[in-house]
T-cell receptor
Framework: GQQLNQSPQSMFIQEGEDVSMNCTSS?????WLWYKQDPGEGPVLLIA?????ELTSNGRLTAQFGITRKDSFLNISASIPSDVGIYFC?????????????FGKGTKLSVKP | GAVVSQHPSRVICKSGTSVKIECRSL??????MFWYRQFPKKSLMLMAT?????????EQGVEKDKFLINHASLTLSTLTVTSAHPEDSSFYIC????????????????FGPGTRLTVL
């Protein structure tokens, strides 16, 4: 079945630094989603990407849907302490009745003030 | 963004009892909802797909008689953990799919806040 490789697994950075994480897949996806999960909470949608090559921003976050449809990256600029959490990428093969998400294993972000 | 709620947020029960978890989409109708299970420091594992008005579709290895799913309306799906055992203790998260009109290939899943189940 499809698998997503998300890297890095964890990051320890200084406040103010930029962050980059990515996901790659052996399969093509039609949609890429990036979520953030705080401890004890459900994932919150950060950015949704629907077209190959699409570059989308949400405040300090920027994500891109790879042109091959097999990868995506998420950048966070000028990190702040509240960026701490686990970031998951998720790929969706089809919409409609087959829109199950395939999740990466997550990137744990720690920000040192 | 879209809002999905879960109730309860935490539940502690005795072994052998059944526990019901509710998932509601508060500001949109969801023909499809999903139930996930998450172990500590792990990613989300899809348990089943809940379709309004029809039977749920379970992932391989998930016991349908153990985890009963009912999706009786366009805004509510319930997961009942029957005869719970300590190994069922976990974080259960639901999501609801919001369709972007006729553009089904741009639908998005929104997650609930999760339910922490502890079986003693």
């Amino acid at each position: 079945g499809q698998q997503l490789n998300q890297s890095p697994q964890s990051m320890f950075i200084q406040e103010g630094e930029d962050v980059s994480m990515n996901c790659t897949s052996s399969s093509i996806f039609n949609t890429w989603l990036w979520y953030k999960q705080d401890p004890g909470e459900g994932p919150v949608l950060l950015i949704a990407l629907y077209k190959a090559g699409e570059l989308t921003s949400n405040g300090r976050l920027t994500a891109q849907f790879g042109i091959t449809r097999k990868d995506s990256f998420l950048n966070i600029s000028a990190s702040i302490p509240s960026d701490v959490g686990i970031y998951f990428c998720a790929g969706q093969l089809n919409g409609g009745s087959q829109g199950n998400l395939i999740f990466g294993k997550g990137t744990k972000l720690s920000v040192k003030p | 963004g879209a809002v999905v709620s879960q109730h309860p947020s935490r539940v502690i029960c005795k072994s052998g009892t059944s526990v019901k978890i509710e998932c509601r989409s508060l500001d949109f109708q969801a023909t499809t909802m999903f139930w996930y299970r998450q172990f500590p420091k792990k990613s989300l594992m899809l348990m089943a797909t809940s379709n309004e008005g029809s039977k749920a579709t379970y992932e391989q290895g998930v016991e349908k008689d153990k985890f009963l799913i009912n999706h009786a309306s366009l805004t509510l799906s319930t997961l009942t953990v029957t005869s719970a055992h300590p190994e069922d203790s976990s974080f259960y998260i639901c999501s609801a799919r919001r369709l972007a009109g006729v553009l089904w290939d741009t639908d998005t899943q929104y997650f609930g806040p999760g339910t922490r189940l502890t079986v003693l």
